[in-house]
């Protein structure tokens, strides 16, 4: 039973470029949750999915938006890169009537604009 | 807003030293405190606290939560190189489903 995959695991783009990233949640999983990590600092939530819609979203611009497919896997898409937005992006998954701590972390995409 | 403060930022100790690592929170509607290690890339669980459970163990690793103080303490005894990883802390709002607010972390360097 494959975990929570992620591509690419790493990516480089150029300032004002747009971006997509890929999680797949571990099997029997159906939310979906983004992270977005800077070198040095805790993941910030960005937001979840479940059902095909965004449930919740942290404190992020609506350059960052996103979409689950109806198999649950997800995509964040970052339109407009800034160099400020290099970082290790964390996709988390969880199930229907799991705790919190039964959500699995993805090993993560690094981005870097320049 | 949520907010989880960590102390200290980084630590660099020797094998067989005892560490605490500290965490304080606000939260508007606690549900859980949880701790992670994350060594490369992915965060892995550690300890989960919560109201009916505010001290947990696990070998090595022992964690108390402090609901009063709003502050939890990650104890690691007799450390190893392995141990070395940065260590998250992060709380889980009642309100906000299985969204996590996290801690800036504490980047711990065991010396052999």
């Known amino acids: 039973d494959a975990g929570v995959t992620q591509s690419p695991t790493h990516l480089i783009k150029t300032r004002g470029q747009q971006v997509t990233l890929r999680c797949s949640p571990k099997?029997?999983?159906?939310?979906v949750s983004w992270y977005q990590q800077a070198l040095g600092q805790g993941p910030q939530f960005i937001f979840q999915?479940?059902?095909?819609?965004?449930?919740q979203r942290g404190n992020f611009p609506d350059r960052f938006s996103g979409h689950q497919f109806p198999n649950y896997s997800s995509e964040l898409n970052v339109n407009a890169l800034l160099l400020g937005d290099s970082a290790l992006y964390l996709c988390?998954?969880?199930?229907?009537?799991?705790?919190?701590?039964?959500?699995?972390f993805g090993p993560g995409t690094r981005l870097t604009v320049t | 807003e949520d907010k989880v403060v960590q102390s200290p930022l980084s630590l660099v100790v020797h094998e067989g030293d005892t560490v605490t690592l500290n965490c304080s929170y606000e939260v508007t509607n606690f549900r859980s405190l949880l701790w992670y290690k994350q060594e490369k890339k992915a965060p892995t669980f550690l300890f989960m606290l919560?109201?009916?459970?505010i001290e947990k163990k696990s070998g090595r690793l022992s964690s108390i939560l402090d609901k009063k103080e709003l502050f939890s303490i990650l104890n690691i005894t007799a450390t190893q190189t392995g141990d070395s990883a940065v260590y998250l802390c992060a709380v889980e709002n009642n309100n906000a489903g299985n969204m996590l607010t996290f801690g800036g972390g504490t980047r711990l360097m065991v010396k052999p």
């Open positions: 099997s029997g999983h159906d939310t």
């Open positions: 919560t109201s009916s459970g």
């Open positions: 999915y479940y059902e095909e819609e965004e449930r």
């Open positions: 988390a998954s969880s199930g229907k009537g799991t705790q919190v701590y039964e959500q699995y």
